[in-house]
């Protein structure tokens, strides 16, 4: 079973700073690229980044480039979001993700945590 857990959301000011981190724990994860998406109210979900395992290779959406850094410690199969600058419009839940990457491209294999809610007041 691939289970995924996200924790580190909270309420933080525009400007403000939140380290978000995803724990995995299941079979072969060593071998799998993971990421992080978010979901706003009324929004659809969004990729946000994304990272490899081996290679270092990090990906990001236009809306979070230059303000958010994913990263990783494969010791402890986790997966961590530094996000600072946070803006308003950063509001949403976001949640871990298991994948791939093809051609510099991060592809979701669909296994989901629960999420972790970022709220950013202005």
């Known amino acids: 079973q691939v289970q995924l857990v996200e924790s580190g959301g909270g309420l933080v000011q525009a400007g403000g700073s939140l380290r978000l981190s995803c724990a995995a724990s299941g079979r072969t994860f060593s071998n799998y690229a993971m990421g992080w998406f978010r979901q706003a109210p009324g929004k659809e979900r969004e990729f946000v980044a994304g990272?490899?395992?081996?290679?270092?290779?990090?990906s990001y959406s236009d809306s979070v480039k230059g303000r958010f850094t994913i990263s990783r410690d494969n010791s402890k199969i986790t997966v961590y979001l530094q996000m600072s600058s946070l803006k308003p419009e950063d509001t949403a839940v976001y949640y871990c993700?298991?994948?791939?990457?093809?051609?510099?491209?991060?592809?979701?294999?669909?296994?989901w945590g629960q999420g972790t809610q970022v709220t950013v007041s202005s």
């Open positions: 990272v490899s395992w081996s290679g270092g290779i990090t």
């Open positions: 993700n298991v994948g791939g990457y093809g051609s510099g491209r991060y592809y979701s294999y669909n296994y």
